[in-house]
């Protein structure tokens, strides 16, 4: 490897102690390095995008990083560490594996969602109408406590005219966010499949859908409350009534360096979640 990016979230304060030492052990291994640099020129160089955070800024940094195929290694510094794996006192021994290319590439399904159908944002200029999203793509009810209406097409194929506080389309990597929240289901972070969960349904029947990653998903505003657009809870957007967004699989996937060919999810369940235990 000859250039690396290093990513790092500002707000833990661990970043200022590990910076400074990554840096120095990567100059010393003849490595280029640049910092928190998302420009199209640096990220077309780079062979390797370094994360010193959370999961969240792993969401935050998959969306300038995947166009352009680079992987990403993850250094934990938060709660969750679903995908950022990598613990802190075990970084140089893992880097060193990776510059050895010792390593497998994980590749993780996205979202792409589009609003294509939209007369209260065509009014506004310079208005962001296309996402990618890693974990998942939720409308919702933006400011109060009130349902909203939702009609819900799978393909040319209506599923339901449905009333809650929102929905939850999510990746597998995304099951475990927001969806599993909302009572939807754990789905392995590699299988090739989309989930669509209900927050809150405002009725008896309705449960989440597990469908194939080919499948093309719309939903429809058909409610004049304060309706929302929220990709990875990191991105917000207001709709309108008669809004139409699409969501379907993204071209690229997310590519995660690991150290392992097989995923040890389960141990991740048991470790994160206390999964199966009393």
Known sequence: MKRITVMTNPQKKEVKKILPLLVN???????????????????KKTDLVIVLGGDGTILKVARWVVPFGVPILGINLGQFGFLSQVRVKDLYSVLTRVLNKDYHIEKRIL????????????KKKNIKLSFLSLNDVVVKNAVSARVINLKVKLGDKQITEWVGDGLIVATPTGSTAYSLAAFGPIVYPTLPVMIVTPICPHLLSFRSLVLADSEVVSIQVKSKNNVMLSIDGQEEIGLGYNDIIQIKQAKQKLKLVSLSSNID??????????????
């Not at 052990?25 to 990220?43: D, F, V, Y």
């Not at 979202?111 to 065509?122: D, Q, T």
């Open 111 to 122: 979202l792409s969602a589009k609003v294509v159908k939209s007369i209260s944002l065509k």
């Open 265 to 278: 999810y389960f141990q991740i369940l048991n470790k994160k979640f206390k999964w199966g235990k009393r």
């Open 25 to 43: 052990w990567l100059e010393n291994k003849k490595i280029k390095i640049s910092i928190n640099q998302r420009t199209k020129e640096n990220l």
